[in-house]
């Protein structure tokens, strides 16, 4: 009997002292964590904005950069990034889009020309797609297709298309191949972002 109350005491003393050691290390690493999280937002506003920054750069410089380059600002009740350069190009306005995946939350920016006619950059920070298929999405490759692509097909209904095959068009880049399911459900949540930013340009 005593032998048992003892191990049931030291089972509670041993899952007390855990979860206090759990909840100080959470609460030691929490500000780090929003601190690299707010890092990685920053730096992929910078790459669809198309600001130059630095391959190696910290946090504490990636969001000096953005400080310096990106002013953000109401439209209705859209909140836009907007970055002009100092050389008077025209620069880009970027704003966030999210929806669901295919296995999880997909999260990242597009950028549009300030005129709101074509397509400047695309990231993507958040995303649970299958490697080597949806996860493709993250790439260079396939996000680099974008870049100039307009916004509003022939007609001038807003709205791209992401599908491999068919008919080209102004509004039209190719998917990825075996990832038909999470190039769907990008170009929704893609076309959800550019109908929502070109009704309050109207």
């Excluded at 690299?36 to 504490?60: G, Q, R, W």
């Excluded at 880049?173 to 070109?198: F, P, R, Y």
Aim: with cysteine.
């Amino acid at each position: 009997m005593k032998g048992s109350v003892y191990t049931l005491v030291y089972a509670a003393v041993l899952g007390t002292v855990c979860a206090l050691v759990l909840t100080f290390a959470a609460s030691f690493t929490a500000p780090y964590k929003r601190a690299n999280a707010e890092a990685e937002e920053v730096k992929n506003i910078l790459l669809a904005l198309n600001v130059s920054i630095p391959a190696k750069a910290s946090s504490e410089e990636l969001v000096k950069i953005y400080k310096e380059n990106v002013q953000e600002q109401q439209r209705g009740g859209i909140t836009t990034y907007v970055y002009t350069p100092s050389d008077n190009n025209d620069g880009a306005i970027a704003m966030r889009f999210a929806g669901p995946g295919l296995w999880g939350p997909i999260k990242g920016f597009l950028a549009l020309d300030p005129k709101i006619t074509k397509i400047q950059g695309i990231t993507f920070y958040e995303q649970e797609e299958t490697p080597g298929l949806g996860g493709e999405i993250v790439k260079p490759s396939f996000r680099d297709k974008f870049v100039g692509l307009l916004i509003r097909d022939q007609d001038g209904k807003p709205g791209i298309i992401i599908k491999s095959g068919g008919e080209a068009a102004v509004n039209k880049v190719d998917g990825i191949s075996g990832a038909t399911m999470t190039c769907d459900k990008v170009q929704q949540m893609l076309n959800e972002a550019i109908k929502s930013i070109v009704e309050e340009k109207q």
